[in-house]
């Protein structure tokens, strides 16, 4: 159960994190410009930390450590955004909280894929339940912000980095199995496998652009005149429909390979963001987070199996690092330049977020014609 319980606290913190806390931006006197920026700017950071925290934990197999170490930080970092006021300090606090929060799930997921055959565990199910804390925190936040205001947000973050850090003395400290010394060039040589780059190339894309959809969904969502309340039930519709997708996750790629997976996410991914961009109404909305089952349910359902059919267990802290980097660095660019289509109009942020997912689609093809190579002629050496 410790991986189930540290996943529900590590998902919480991510709900009130992408839904709410623009909102408590906003409230301390940024612009959605400057916002879009912070968000940007912090996902650039995680391109830069991520892969340094993944190789470090490969290198140490401290995986634990440093995870729980990361955790207690941002515990402080949050702490001091409770006290900080005016533009300039409130966006350097936060973005240092982004950047002790940014290798969470990177580190998490490698020591979760590390661990599923000595544990009995199943990727999707541990990765529902995390999904099932995102509907329930996301409609919480919602109901408090409007029956508080938005300082409630910061203390419902710090009351869920502490269960991050009581729930996190559960799990292993990394694979169970010893591994040998590795070097740095080594896990290069590693991540340059072709299907590999074809990964970052559909996958991360198509997850940049729900980094674009935290950013400025809620913007227009209000823009349109929906109450916080009402967005809360928008993420949790959308959540939900993703459980299905990771409870049905061992079937499904029992039956397709991680490419064909990755394939149908993005262009589930072209509909959802053409649709928001669209319209933000209700019903559109409904479509909209429907489709997130496949967008985020069947593409991180695709990634994880690859990592696993690929990834040897020493290189997976770096994988999934370099992975989440390279998803970090595409949302970043995705960020900055929906900061400057917003003023002009919000939609031709997800205007342009469906145009990246039809560029990933192409890459995704690639990748499945790369998995029906790896079955002939069986896997490429690393």
């Not at 544990?119 to 936040?141: E, H, I, K, N, P």
């Not at 913007?219 to 993420?235: C, D, M, P």
């Not at 994880?304 to 390279?326: C, D, I, K």
Request: aromatic residues 12%; charged residues 10%.
């Amino acid at each position: 159960m410790a991986f189930y319980a540290f996943y529900v606290a590590l998902y919480a913190q991510i709900a009130v994190g992408i839904t709410f806390m623009p909102l408590w931006l906003k409230a301390q006197g940024l612009s959605e410009t400057t916002i879009g920026t912070c968000m940007a700017a912090a996902a650039i950071i995680a391109v830069v930390v991520n892969p340094l925290v993944g190789t470090f934990a490969d290198r140490t197999r401290l995986n634990k450590a440093i995870l729980v170490t990361l955790v207690i930080c941002a515990a402080f970092a949050m702490l001091a955004l409770t006290t900080a006021s005016g533009v300039f300090l409130v966006a350097l606090v936060f973005l240092i909280y982004r950047t002790l929060t940014s290798p969470l799930v990177p580190l998490a997921e490698s020591i979760l894929i590390a661990n599923l055959t000595a544990y009995r565990l199943d990727f999707g199910q541990v990765r529902a339940w995390g999904s099932a804390s995102v509907v329930a925190t996301t409609l919480l936040c919602g109901f408090l912000v409007d029956w508080f205001d938005t300082r409630v947000i910061l203390y419902l973050l710090l009351v869920i980095l502490l269960a991050q850090i009581v729930t996190s003395n559960g799990l292993p400290a990394r694979a169970r199995l010893a591994q040998p010394a590795i070097t740095t060039r080594a896990i290069l040589r590693a991540l340059r496998n072709r299907g590999f780059l074809l990964l970052l190339g559909s996958a991360a894309i198509s997850q940049a652009c729900h980094g674009v959809f935290y950013a400025f969904s809620t913007f227009r969502w209000l823009e349109a005149g929906h109450s916080t309340s009402a967005i809360g039930i928008f993420w949790s519709i959308g959540v939900g429909v993703e459980i299905v997708a990771f409870v049905f996750g061992k079937r499904i790629t029992a039956r397709l390979s991680p490419g064909k997976i990755i394939l149908i996410a993005c262009v589930a991914g072209m509909l959802r963001w053409g649709v928001f961009g669209l319209s933000a109404d209700l019903a559109p909305t409904l479509v909209v987070q429907f489709l997130q089952g496949a967008t985020l349910g069947l593409a991180q359902t695709g990634v994880a199996s690859y990592m696993r059919q690929n990834m040897a267990p020493e290189f997976l802290s770096s994988a999934t690092g370099v992975y989440y980097a390279s998803a970090g660095l595409f949302a970043a660019l995705a960020i900055l330049v929906g900061a400057y289509l917003y003023p002009f109009s919000s939609s031709y942020v997800f205007f342009f977020t469906a145009l990246l997912c039809a560029l990933a689609t192409i890459a995704a093809a690639l990748m499945v014609h790369e998995d029906k190579r790896g079955d002939e002629g069986g896997p490429a050496p690393f």
